[in-house]
């Protein structure tokens, strides 16, 4: 059976990003730049004015760092000054205005006093520290034109929409979020808005794989529940097979009922492997088949809950991270240390949900007590996965444990 960073390794190998497409700024958020971006103008395009106050010669306060100075005229932000700064005059100037010619100082408008019924105006400036470039952004100080402001392979936050409409850009190329269908298989499986009948069970792994899917940035395409027939799934699976990604569950296990893997290859998906030695997620079956914009990869996650979450977490997730053009994290636990004993004994690796709360110096692991793999109401209460290696040992309060977050 494979191993874990074995299984990633086959799945990353055969995630290859999407091609790049041009968005809308406004739909740029989340998604990883395709090309550099560079300025198409200065920044800013004027010396400006970093405060309100007055734009003068620093040399006429350099003496006494006091003068009175005749008011040319007011300049807003948006306008243009129409007068040069001489000796002996200053020009009222708002935040984000052109600085006058001949100017190369702004005094702040507290350290200043307006004479009352002088005509021309005079004010009064008084500040010992004014020198050239006080209160002043020179021209193309944030940046030049045809400079790049933005590499290939940044991810757009919030900052890099704002800066893109800076820089003239109302698209960007970046890497499409990558499309995800999801498919719950199970006879068993009725919607959440029904009440199950004896024997049945709502499915709850489809809404969340769904949100998963869509936190970790996929677009989805949900097909709802498939009953365990080979003619359902086959219809089912061959519509999702026209996404970058089918996320399915259940039904890859070794039960009678449990037919996915037959039609998934039957349809011409190809296994790279099945099986993996974890604990939960130990029947995940993962395969390829050729798709309109790269391999889509196929994965059957083990229809228990939280198995379908640690599969999830450990393979789905850093494949839809590198679809998008990111950087696939592998397995990014963190230490952390455990709260109380615990004697674990597990031939393979095991995911265990755990609560992680911050303490002074260290974070403390609390292994929530669960009830298996279809444990979802335990699951609600953790933010965590304890990672234990494979093997037998007993740990005190206090012994290093690493952990993923969720
Ligand atoms: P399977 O992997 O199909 O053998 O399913 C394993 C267990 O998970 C069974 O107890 C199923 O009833 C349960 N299960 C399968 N699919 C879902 C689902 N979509 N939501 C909740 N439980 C499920
Ligand atoms: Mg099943």
């Given amino acids: 059976m494979l191993d874990m960073e074995q299984a990633l390794t086959l ?15 406004a739909d740029a958020l989340g998604l990883v ?5 560079s300025s198409d103008i200065d920044s800013p395009p004027h010396d400006k004015a970093l405060m309100d106050g007055y734009a003068v010669r ?15 005229e007011e300049v807003t932000a948006g306008a243009v000054p129409t007068q040069r700064v001489g000796a002996g005059t200053a020009t009222r100037i708002m935040t984000g205005a052109p600085l006058p ?11 200043s006093e307006l004479l009352a019924d002088s005509s021309p105006p005079k004010v009064r400036l008084r500040d010992k520290q004014a020198t050239p470039g006080m209160n002043i952004l020179r021209r193309a100080k944030s940046m030049r034109r045809g400079e790049v402001v933005l590499r290939a392979g940044s991810e757009i936050r919030p900052i ?15 890497y499409p979020r990558p499309t995800v269908a999801l498919l719950s298989t199970g006879d068993e499986l009725v919607p959440s808005g029904q009440v199950p009948e004896a024997g049945r069970i709502r499915n709850s792994n489809g809404p969340m794989l769904g949100a998963l899917a869509q936190r970790a940035g996929g677009a989805i395409a949900d097909l709802g529940i498939a009953r365990d027939r080979e003619d359902a799934l086959r219809e089912r699976i061959g519509q999702g097979l026209r996404h970058d990604v089918l996320v399915l569950s259940g039904g890859v296990s070794m039960g009678v009922a449990d037919l996915v893997p037959r039609v998934l290859q039957e349809l011409g998906v190809q296994q790279v492997f099945h099986q993996v030695r974890l604990k939960p997620g130990k029947p995940l ?3 390829t088949a050729p798709g309109k914009r790269g391999a889509t990869l196929v994965f059957g996650l083990p229809g228990n809950p939280v198995s379908s979450l640690v599969c999830f977490e450990l393979f789905v997730r850093p494949a839809l991270a590198q679809l998008a053009g990111r950087t696939a994290q592998r397995f990014p636990t963190q230490p952390a240390r455990m709260a109380r004993e615990h004697r674990q004994r597990s031939d393979r690796p095991v995911f265990h949900p755990a609560r992680l709360r911050q303490e002074r110096n260290a974070a403390d692991v609390e292994l929530l007590a669960w009830q298996g793999s279809a444990d979802l109401r335990t699951l609600a209460e953790a933010n965590c996965l304890a990672h234990f290696p494979p093997g037998e040992r007993t740990y005190a309060p206090g012994d290093a444990v690493e952990v993923l977050l969720l």
């Fill in 101 to 111: 010619e001949g100017a190369d100082a702004v005094v702040m408008v507290e350290r």
């Fill in 33 to 37: 730049l395709a090309g550099d971006v």
């Fill in 58 to 72: 620093a040399a006429d306060l350099a003496a006494t760092g006091e003068a009175v100075l005749q008011v040319l």
């Fill in 285 to 287: 079956w993962f395969g």
């Fill in 11 to 25: 799945v990353l190998e055969r995630a290859e990003r999407r091609p790049p497409v041009q968005v809308e700024i």
């Fill in 160 to 174: 890099e929409v704002g800066l893109l409409a800076e820089v003239g850009r109302t698209q960007a190329g970046v």
